[in-house]
């Protein structure tokens, strides 16, 4: 099990921590972010939904921390492959976003004012650093051509940690480390953006069966969108324009089914890498319906926070029915394979 288990399965822990910040958004229950425009049935759930669905969240993420700590210590050979992996090692980013957004979801006994709140940043956050100056570094200094040929769409992860820690910053009112965090991910993405939409060889180098993750392509404006509002204090110009990008996106996908057929074919854990887009997509929705108040908006909020309900509980459902394909022998993050 060691063996084939890798950082991406840290895709459950993702969809659960971002659906906990949604809930905790729309029920009203927080630090004074949340939707006032969400509808009195959506505000009338109680939050011992939330409790539940956050600490669910929290298990799962400390289960899976757990399975890959003993693989660090039992399978080094593997991480090592996967963190040279120009797929795997993106995935690397994922236990640390989830932390971050566990943190931002936590329940009111916990206040970003609070010194334990930043002392947990700090924790969650120095990785995420330290693994960009990794990944960046790669980027501008290594051969001609390395990011056309190792750019992918998982490559957008590295992204939405830099947006969520940015976010988390800005929570916390630390306005001058959220700008900076921000710039640098806001920077990277315009580049990578631009060389997986130009389809240099990197871009099409993706298995089929990692093709749900495209709808990253839609999460990191989404995310860029959150993170400046939280900076900026309001649901500004930029943001509305990042929402409606991650719109187009996602309508763009969507729209094309077909993309995705392959890698419907069978369940795996790469079918986890639709929830979080999606639930990111609809706390974007959910700011933009508080900032402007229109029945339109709101009625956008609701389909997608739905769609983003619906997507993890159908996952939930196929992952405990499904278990033995959670652990396929021809998984494509198969480290041992991989060249070292």
Request: proline share 6%.
């Amino acid at each position: 099990m060691l063996t084939r288990f890798h950082a991406g399965y840290f895709r459950i822990s993702l969809a659960l921590s971002g659906q906990a910040l949604l809930w905790r958004t729309l029920t009203g229950d927080g630090d004074g972010d949340s939707s006032s425009s969400s509808t009195p049935m959506v505000r009338s759930l109680p939050s011992a939904a939330f409790l539940l669905l956050w600490s669910l969240a929290l298990l799962a993420l400390v289960a899976l921390a757990a399975l890959y700590a003993a693989r660090c210590l039992l399978r080094f050979p593997a991480v090592r492959a996967e963190f040279r992996h120009h797929v795997a090692m993106n995935y690397l980013f994922a236990p640390w976003i989830s932390c971050l957004l566990l943190l931002q979801s936590a329940p009111p006994f916990l206040r970003p004012a609070a010194a334990p709140y930043r002392l947990l940043w700090w924790a969650f956050s120095l990785p995420i650093l330290a693994l960009d100056v990794k990944v960046y570094g790669q980027w501008f200094t290594r051969g001609r051509k390395f990011l056309s040929m190792v750019a992918n769409p998982a490559s957008l992860i590295t992204v939405i940690g830099n947006l969520v820690t940015a976010r988390a910053a800005a929570k916390m009112g630390w306005h001058e480390a959220a700008v900076a965090i921000f710039a640098v991910g806001a920077a990277h993405y315009l580049v990578l953006f631009v060389t997986l939409y130009q389809r240099f060889p990197g871009s099409d180098s993706l298995p089929a069966v990692l093709r749900p993750v495209f709808f990253l392509f839609f999460a990191a404006p989404s995310m860029a969108s959150l993170a400046w509002d939280a900076i900026a204090a309001s649901f500004d110009t930029c943001c509305k324009m990042l929402f409606f990008v991650s719109l187009f996106l996602f309508a763009s996908l969507v729209s094309r089914p077909a993309l995705f057929r392959r890698a419907m074919r069978r369940f795996s854990v790469a079918w986890w890498a639709y929830s979080f887009p999606v639930t990111v997509l609809a706390l974007a929705s959910a700011e933009y319906a508080q900032e402007v108040r229109q029945a339109a908006a709101n009625a956008l909020m609701l389909a997608l926070a739905v769609l983003s309900v619906a997507v993890t509980l159908a996952l939930m459902l196929f992952s405990a029915l499904r278990t033995a394909d959670l652990l396929p022998h021809d998984d494509p993050f198969d480290c041992p394979h991989l060249p070292m």
